[in-house]
T-cell receptor, first 115, second 117 residues
Framework: AQSVTQLGSHVSVSEGALVLLRCNYS??????LFWYVQYPNQGLQLLLK??????LVKGINGFEAEFKKSETSFHLTKPSAHMSDAAEYFC?????????????FGSGTQLTVLP | EAGVTQFPSHSVIEKGQTVTLRCDPI?????LYWYRRVMGKEIKFLLH????????ESGMPNNRFLAERTGGTYSTLKVQPAELEDSGVYFC???????????????FGPGTRLTVL
């Protein structure tokens, strides 16, 4: 069984500050990992995904995440927060085994950007 | 290209009533998924269609939930009879062709917020 833990249900940063959203996973096999963002009244939008190619993954809107197998982590970062980054962020994992394509999500982190 | 659309955006019903949610995937996407987020909890998988066939329905909570995908196009999720604990946001997602990679992006709709009173 696989699981995802997002530390911090709410994170606040000042505009221009570093954004760090934490995600740890549990999986018996190397997983595929995703970060999604949900802006108000919209669907989930893919920010980036790890597919075992490069451990440092760059996504849209200046976000990136690093896969660290030793720490079972896939934290999301952005060097400088913008007001438009305020949203809820979800880390998810899918199992590379079998034909299963379901995503297992963390509980989400609400990011607030302060002026 | 139109994204995944869901209807209605909100639904408020009383316990014991029936509700049907609809999802229209991105045109040409063979894979269609339903997920649910109960308030304060994580988004959870309900089921996965490949074209018109149910590939995986391991996340369906009980037999009050019935999902169909007519002709491999749009999908409906019926809850009958609805219970209080069914309240939450129901998301639909789609991804491209059969045989695709496990890393294929799932494209999500905006969700249907269901409130059962």
């Amino acid at each position: 069984a696989q699981s995802v833990t997002q530390l911090g249900s709410h994170v606040s940063v000042s505009e221009g500050a570093l954004v760090l959203l934490r995600c740890n996973y549990s999986s018996s096999v190397p997983p595929y990992l995703f970060w999604y963002v949900q802006y108000p009244n919209q669907g989930l939008q893919l920010l980036l995904k790890y597919t075992s190619a490069a451990t440092l993954v760059k996504g849209i809107n200046g976000f990136e995440a690093e896969f660290k197998k030793s720490e079972t982590s896939f934290h999301l970062t952005k060097p400088s927060a913008h007001m438009s980054d305020a949203a809820e962020y979800f880390c998810a994992v899918s199992s590379p085994s079998g034909s299963a394509r379901q995503l297992t999500f963390g509980s989400g982190t609400q990011l607030t950007v302060l002026p | 290209e139109a994204g995944v659309t869901q209807f209605p955006s909100h639904s408020v019903i009383e316990k014991g009533q029936t509700v049907t949610l609809r999802c229209d995937p991105i045109s040409g996407h063979d894979n269609l998924y339903w997920y649910r987020r109960v308030m304060g909890k994580e988004i959870k998988f309900l089921l996965h269609f490949v074209k018109e066939s149910k590939q995986d329905e391991s996340g369906m909570p009980n037999n009050r939930f019935l999902a169909e995908r007519t002709g491999g196009t749009y999908s409906t999720l019926k809850v009958q009879p609805a219970e209080l604990e069914d309240s939450g946001v129901y998301f639909c997602a789609s991804s491209p062709a059969v045989g695709g990679s496990l890393t294929d992006t799932q494209y999500f709709g905006p969700g249907t917020r269901l409130t059962v009173l």
